[in-house]
């Protein structure tokens, strides 16, 4: 069947009958600067909880809430600014039984295709890669839109399995295996 698009009224009807059928396309927001996103980490040593961050983190997204599988996650995080507020702590945490900075100056979260929970919740089965090793990490996040969107999420990581805190601090009595993440991150289109 051939339709005749006669007039410009005609045309931009046909199209916005297109436009309304067409799949949305993903977002795509980086980390906006300077507005208060953190990334934080929260363990134990010897009983007592600490907690740190990561300063200097940046992330990239892409994401509709109608249609997670699409989604794209990417987070560079510099290892060597490491802070948990205590200045001998944060030295070992920079050494080679730990981070290894020398060595691995950066992590990076990666992961594509989300699902979402049934508390309402995103899940991105992504990959970690600390210290020259992947391993997958499930990070489960909300996502507030808006047009500056925030997600904030959470995550454990098994610092085990990455050869973080070997050697004498192997031991999960002294520092427990898995480390609480959490973060907060304001976007900004891109």
């Known amino acids: 069947m051939n339709i005749k698009l006669t007039s410009p009224a005609a045309v931009a009807a046909a199209l916005a009958g297109l ?8 977002a795509d927001y980086v980390q906006a ?4 996103s953190h990334l934080a980490f929260a363990s134990k040593y010897d009983g007592e909880v600490f907690t740190g961050s990561f300063p200097g983190f940046a992330t990239t997204l892409s994401f ?4 997670p599988a699409a989604g794209k996650l990417d987070v560079t995080i510099p290892l060597a600014g ?3 507020g205590n200045n001998d702590r944060d030295s070992t945490l ?20 989300f699902t979402k929970d049934a508390s309402g919740k995103y899940v991105a089965d992504g990959t970690l890669e600390l210290r020259g090793v992947s391993k997958p990490v499930t990070f489960t996040f909300e996502w507030q839109p808006g047009a500056n969107p925030v997600l904030k999420g959470k995550a454990t990581v098994k610092r085990l399995d ?14 427990p295996d898995e480390t609480a993440i959490s973060t907060v991150v304001k976007l900004q289109a891109k």
């Open 33 to 36: 600067p300077g507005a208060g």
């Open 162 to 175: 990455f050869g973080v805190g070997g050697g004498d601090w192997a031991d999960t009595k002294t520092i």
């Open 64 to 67: 509709d809430p109608a249609n």
């Open 82 to 84: 490491a802070k948990s």
């Open 19 to 26: 436009m309304a059928t067409a799949p949305v396309l993903a």
């Open 94 to 113: 920079q050494g080679a039984d730990f981070f290894n900075v020398a060595k691995f100056a950066t992590a990076r979260y990666t992961a594509t295709g």
